[in-house]
């Protein structure tokens, strides 16, 4: 089941305190960011059949919605006008509950539900493309995996910084992670150059040995 979230934490408070204690958080971040990112961690939350099939089921809804033919590859009961969907979430939480219900097997991680139903709904909301979905997919489960090992601790040792700020910081430290270090790989996917399984293992391979530029 691997590492456990206090044990992580411990260990993240003890580097903090002994190597960090005079540096400002931008600064600690990125470099307590890699003690979370490991590669087993990042294999439990990529390398599953739920993030698969959330990948080719998300990709799939996105085709249909531009071809106008999500009614009938999705035997839909909500219609809708894809033009008239930025304002209407109600709309387009039904749509994702769609999507969802066909994939058979259940989805038993909060995780990557949750990182889905972000990215799809940015996806509709803003008309983006295949890239921009894997993007913020991956984007919003590294800030999930992170901000579950960082956020406390890292308001115990910056107390004056409030923990939406904390956030805020930890988002953007997976944002740079994905800008920087897999859009191009999303992008060759993109373009049929590498399969969906290479993917995932350059996703796990990168985010959990890199260190973001600039730090």
Known sequence: MGTSTRSINKKIRRILKKEYIDKDIDYSIP??????????????????????????????????????????EFHSEV??????????????E?????????????????NLLKAFKYAMSKVIKEEK?????????????????????????????????SMQHISKLIKEEARRTVDIYLSENIKEFEQRNITLEELINIIVEKASSTEVEGF
């Open 79 to 92: 219609d809708f006008e894809r033009y008239k969907l930025k304002s209407d979430e109600i709309t387009i």
């Open 31 to 72: 470099r307590v960011r890699k003690e979370v990112l490991t590669k087993e961690k990042l294999e439990e939350n990529f390398l599953v059949a739920g993030f698969f099939n959330l990948i080719n089921t998300g990709i799939k809804g996105i085709q249909a919605i531009q071809k106008d033919s999500f009614k009938e």
């Open 129 to 161: 493309n295949i890239h921009d979905f894997i993007c913020e997919f991956c984007y919003y489960l590294l800030y999930l995996i992170l901000e579950k090992d960082l956020v406390e601790v890292l308001s115990d040792v910056y107390p004056e910084l």
């Open 94 to 110: 039904k749509i994702i509950e769609e999507i969802l219900n066909t994939i058979k097997d259940d989805i038993h991680s909060d």
